[in-house]
């Protein structure tokens, strides 16, 4: 069964922390995502990755930088975390050659940020 | 630019009754088209998609939608609720550019 997993389900974290949430797949896909959720503005993109130590800035960077050193892993970062990056975090994978780009979600962490 | 919009924040209906969740996008080329469903505390997983061919798609759990280019409308429907649908349900384009959009979400309550 195809898979996207995300390795924190929910955490606390103290403003100004650093935060690291990851993500890794198990579809052999190029293409990784992570998205923030938050009521009534539905899912915004933060950042994706076409490719291994590639990464592209979405709707909403600011704040956050991620990494991708291997092509199963996806790590999105905060370098200094503040209260309104409290949210719901999902990862996504997807391959968009050959297919129809259906996209792939981990579980998704939830983040609070005291 | 590309654009989805979902009518109604907020669902209900009894259960047993029709289901009817409408998603219009927004692109001079028709690009594909997902409904996913989030339960809460998870991630988002596909209910169906169209991509070409047949308009009318049938997904899991007794869902359907139906794709009219000429009213740029991918709108879902089930024909009786169950309790079990109970979740926020997304739209989403990916299009020639291999870009997602999302809509914003339609929470159903089903009433029993």
């Known amino acids: 069964d195809v898979k996207v997993t995300q390795s924190s389900r929910y955490l606390v974290k103290r403003t100004g922390e650093k935060v690291f949430l990851e993500c890794v797949q198990d579809?052999?896909?190029?293409?990784m995502f992570w998205y923030r959720q938050d009521p009534g503005l539905g899912l915004r993109l933060i950042y994706f990755?076409?490719?291994?130590?590639?990464?592209e800035k979405g709707d909403i960077p600011e704040g956050y930088s991620v990494s991708r050193e291997k092509k199963e892993r996806f790590s999105l970062i905060l370098e200094s975390a503040s209260t309104n990056q409290t949210s719901m975090y999902l990862c996504?994978?997807?391959?968009?050659?050959?297919?129809?780009?259906?996209?792939?979600f981990g579980e998704g962490s939830r983040l609070t940020v005291l | 630019a590309q654009s989805v919009t979902q009518l109604g924040s907020h669902v209900s209906v009894s259960e047993g009754a029709l289901v009817l969740l409408r998603c219009n996008y927004s692109?001079?080329?028709?690009?594909?088209l997902f409904w996913y469903v989030q339960y809460p505390n998870q991630g988002l997983q596909l209910l169906l998609k169209?991509?070409?061919?047949?308009?009318l798609v049938k997904g899991i759990n007794g869902f359907e939608a139906e794709f009219k280019k000429s009213e740029t409308s991918f709108h879902l429907t089930k024909p009786s609720a169950h309790m079990s649908d109970a979740a926020e349900y997304f739209c989403?384009?990916?299009?020639?550019?291999?870009?997602?959009?999302f809509g914003t979400g339609t929470s159903l309550t089903v009433i029993p």
């Open positions: 996504a994978s997807t391959s968009l050659s050959g297919n129809t780009g259906e996209l792939f």
């Open positions: 579809m052999d896909h190029e293409n």
């Open positions: 990755s076409y490719d291994v130590k590639m990464k």
């Open positions: 692109s001079s080329v028709p690009p594909y």
């Open positions: 169209y991509t070409t061919g047949a308009t």
């Open positions: 989403a384009a990916l299009n020639t550019g291999n870009q997602f959009y």
